[in-house]
């Protein structure tokens, strides 16, 4: 029996970071693009809390992408009851439009420098840094910052 050792699974990086712009593959907001807002790495729920829990429970990666799986709330105006001085009383209503999370393998990162939605390979400059690139061109895929 194989004995399995930190070797075995390095810790598992997201090959996509906030900033990237992705293409989205599957879903209703396939083929759109927009930017990461946020990438989440949530665990596996415990063996008998999923009830708990809104949404997958398998845990793994999720990404916030900028105007993709949106959901629409809907508001009515409202009057908090509890009212600070700092938080006005009343709620205006309307509609909020909050971007979902979505699983990582749902999206593809579009390189900057060829436009195409790409895979990750990686390469390690002369001075040890560890990058991503494109696997069309070969260019880096870091976001600029
Ligand atoms: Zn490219």
Redesign the pocket.
């Known amino acids: 029996m194989a004995v399995r050792t930190q070797i075995d699974r390095p810790p598992k990086v997201p090959e996509i970071r906030k900033g990237d712009t992705v293409v989205v593959l599957a879903g209703r907001d396939a083929g759109k693009r927009g930017v990461v807002e946020r990438v989440i790495r949530t665990l596996p729920a415990p063996r008998g809390r999923s009830m708990f829990r809104r949404g997958s429970t398998r845990g793994g990666v999720t990404v916030v992408v900028e105007g993709v799986n949106i959901a629409k709330r809907h508001t009515k105006p409202r009057q908090s009851s509890s009212a600070t001085d700092r938080m006005p009383k009343i709620q205006q209503g309307g509609i909020l439009e909050i971007a979902q999370p979505m699983p990582i393998a749902k999206v593809m990162v579009v390189?900057s420098?060829?436009?195409?939605p790409?895979r990750i390979g990686h390469t390690t400059l002369e001075t040890g840094r560890r990058v991503r690139v494109?696997r069309?061109?070969?260019?880096q895929l870091e976001v600029k910052s």
Do not use: D
């Not at 420098?113 to 195409?116: A, D, F, T, V």
């Not at 069309?136 to 260019?139: L, Q």
């Open positions: 390189c420098s060829c436009g195409k790409t494109c069309h061109c070969g260019e």
